[in-house]
């Protein structure tokens, strides 16, 4: 999608290491997400972010964290990856969430995670 | 827990029917509502927002909302094989981050 990009796209990971994945957005919007989506659960908050180093948690945050050190990055972190962790992953930014936001979520393409 | 439900489906329809997807939510203070479109493989995209009880139509979609009875619906008129996709309503309560339903797939049979 136009301004918000996701890497990698794919991959394959072992259980038990580290893994990273990178949301980066050129629409200087102050809210980013990340998202998980598994069949049957639909799209589950993972952590959000509402500013520079302002972050929060979301519904399924335990295993992972975050980082935003600029305004156009957001790194998601798998601690140490486990099998339950295999999904397809979505960031999302806003410009501002609720009512008066006409735009809802821009969603990156995803990044179709396997933890092996 | 705020919680948003949807008929898991497949819903199917005949090429130039009207399909309807429903989507029920938990929480009486819900501000507003979305509708997104996720093709197989692919990111959401939005269709529609509606914030006001009552109907809001943008060309062949109507977005339907009854706060009084939590439900918000869209309607697809003269549905086409390019309409079948998974459907997910997104539903936001006083500025919070959106909660998600578990999506609606939609098949047009030509």
């Known amino acids: 999608d136009a301004g918000i990009t996701q890497s990698p796209r794919h991959k394959v990971t072992e259980t038990g290491t580290p893994v990273t994945l990178r949301c980066h957005q050129t629409?200087?919007?102050?809210?980013m997400y990340w998202y998980r989506q598994d069949p049957g659960h639909g799209l589950r908050l993972i952590h959000y972010?509402?500013?520079?180093?302002?972050?929060d948690k979301g519904e399924v945050s335990d295993g992972y964290s975050v980082s935003r050190s600029k305004t156009e990055d957001f790194l998601l972190t798998l601690e140490s990856a486990t099998s339950s962790q295999t999904s397809v992953y979505f960031c999302a930014i806003t410009e501002v969430p609720g009512q008066g936001n006409s735009r809802g979520y821009t969603f990156g393409s995803g990044t179709r995670l396997t933890v092996v | 827990q705020k919680e948003v439900e949807q008929n898991s489906g497949p819903l199917s329809v005949p090429e130039g029917a009207i399909a309807s997807l429903n989507c029920t939510y938990s929480d009486r203070g819900s501000q507003s509502f979305f509708w997104y479109r996720q093709y197989s493989g692919k990111s959401p995209e939005l269709i529609m927002f509606?914030?006001?009880?009552g109907d809001k139509e943008d060309g062949r979609f109507t977005a339907q909302l009854n706060k009084a009875s939590q439900y918000v619906s869209l309607l697809i008129r003269d549905s086409q094989p390019s309409d079948s996709a998974t459907y997910l309503c997104?539903?936001?309560?006083?500025?919070?981050?959106?909660?998600f339903g578990p999506g609606t797939r939609l098949s047009v049979l030509p």
């Open positions: 972010s509402y500013g520079v180093k302002d972050t």
């Open positions: 629409e200087n919007h102050r809210y």
């Open positions: 997104a539903v936001n309560f006083y500025g919070q981050n959106f909660v």
């Open positions: 509606i914030y006001s009880n």
